[in-house]
């Protein structure tokens, strides 16, 4: 999988609902003289037209800039990476994916109107490849609604808008598609990313960070990933994995951090570890001074429950240590060896950049 953009990001600008329509066309054959025409069959296209007016205030484009040494030893900022990112309330918060700002020393938006606003990065969420952005001046900005992704439907029309190969950074690009399948696995360099959006709308390295919209406007998902050597296969984060990002940061709180390493286990590895199960997330990494450590959890432990979720391979693990908050105290159940344990372990927060 290839990321879409080193540094990108988009803000989506309006609340309002655009008027989506599709338009008949209709040609005639050519005739010769004293031949009637005959009407070539109607065509129903895809009209994003007004679509694209209703939420061009909401999309951005973000660059970033790295200290780097020049030829004398001096440090300078050197453009790193460009992206696209969504405007998403009118106080200046803009989405855009982790990668696009990684490693950023100053990053840079860029709206419709093409005045530079530095941007400071207030949140983070490399697992998620999301982070947020705060604008000091967002004048000319608006933000976009979120949509939610069970009113999406494999098949429903959607429509990518980024700064495709940072061709413009005020003339955004805009491609349609379909869903094309949703809770796709993939991973990726900064891990595995579960429940994404699959389509076929045109993704490109710039991309990254912007919005894949559903026909009424609405944000469905964060474009992030697409496929090497496929075509028309690009992933988005989805909007209610990102909606619950936001609400982490609005509630004052990072990203939750157990501290393991986990693989799915499997008959092999209980046979081999004389386990007595042959499914969950086999611990094989525990970081030290984590709250998986503090808790007593221990490399070859296999978690078969964390709170009320059953936890049958490493993703379902991840996915359970998500929906919690950092400060949360919950019940975790492994198998060692031959026998069942249940830990009660305080849920940390993330830190940064990890």
């Known amino acids: 999988m290839a990321s879409t953009g080193s540094a990108s990001v988009d803000q989506i600008t309006e609340a309002t609902e655009p008027d989506v329509s599709t338009s008949s066309t209709s040609q005639a054959t050519a005739s010769?003289?004293?031949?009637?025409?005959?009407?070539?069959?109607?065509?129903?296209?895809?009209?994003?037209?007004?679509?694209?007016?209703?939420?061009?205030?909401g999309v951005v484009s973000v660059t970033q800039e790295q200290v780097r040494l020049d030829l004398f030893g001096n440090p300078e900022e050197v453009p790193a990476g460009a992206g696209t990112g969504i405007v998403?309330?009118?106080e200046g918060l803009v989405l855009t994916n982790f990668h696009v700002i990684r490693g950023a020393a100053r990053v840079i938006v860029?709206?419709?109107?093409?005045?530079?606003?530095?941007?400071?990065?207030?949140?983070?969420?490399?697992?998620?490849?999301?982070?947020?952005?705060r604008l000091e001046d967002a004048a000319g900005?608006?933000?976009?609604?979120?949509?939610?992704?069970d009113?999406?439907?494999?098949?429903?029309?959607?429509?990518?808008?980024?700064?495709?190969?940072?061709?413009?950074?005020?003339?955004?690009?805009?491609s349609a598609g379909i869903v094309s399948a949703k809770g796709r696995t993939i991973r990726t360099e900064l891990g595995t990313m579960q429940d994404l959006i699959q389509t076929d709308a045109a993704i490109n390295p710039?991309?990254?960070?912007?919005?894949?919209?559903?026909?009424?406007?609405?944000?469905?998902?964060v474009n992030t990933a697409i496929a090497g050597g496929a075509q028309s296969i690009g992933f988005a984060i989805s909007v209610d994995t990102a909606a619950r990002f936001v609400e982490r940061y609005r509630l004052g709180v990072g990203e939750p951090f157990l501290g393991v390493q986990m693989i799915d286990n499997s008959p092999g590895a209980a046979?081999?570890?004389?386990?007595?199960?042959?499914?969950?997330?086999?611990?094989?990494?525990?970081?030290?001074?984590?709250?998986?450590?503090?808790?007593?959890?221990?490399?070859?432990?296999?978690?078969?429950?964390?709170?009320?979720?059953d936890v049958a391979d490493s993703r379902e693990a991840v996915a359970a240590i998500l929906?919690?908050?950092?400060?949360?105290?919950?019940?975790?159940?492994?198998?060692?060896?031959?026998?069942?344990?249940?830990?009660?372990?305080?849920?940390?927060?993330?830190p940064r950049g990890t």
């Open 32 to 57: 010769t003289e004293g031949e009637e025409t005959t009407p070539l069959p109607s065509v129903d296209l895809y009209d994003v037209s007004d679509l694209v007016k209703q939420v061009r205030g």
């Open 88 to 90: 998403i309330d009118d």
């Open 110 to 133: 860029i709206g419709e109107d093409g005045r530079q606003r530095d941007a400071d990065v207030v949140q983070e969420a490399s697992a998620r490849d999301l982070a947020l952005l």
């Open 141 to 149: 900005l608006e933000a976009l609604p979120f949509g939610t992704l």
């Open 151 to 174: 009113s999406l439907e494999v098949g429903d029309p959607v429509v990518a808008i980024g700064n495709a190969l940072a061709l413009d950074s005020t003339d955004p690009t805009v």
């Open 206 to 221: 710039g991309n990254s960070g912007g919005p894949l919209l559903n026909a009424a406007g609405e944000v469905v998902g």
């Open 271 to 309: 046979d081999r570890f004389d386990l007595s199960v042959d499914s969950g997330a086999l611990v094989i990494e525990v970081a030290r001074v984590s709250p998986a450590d503090v808790a007593g959890l221990e490399p070859w432990d296999v978690i078969v429950r964390i709170g009320d979720t």
């Open 323 to 350: 929906d919690t908050l950092p400060g949360d105290v919950v019940e975790v159940e492994i198998v060692r060896g031959q026998d069942r344990l249940v830990i009660e372990v305080a849920i940390g927060e993330r």
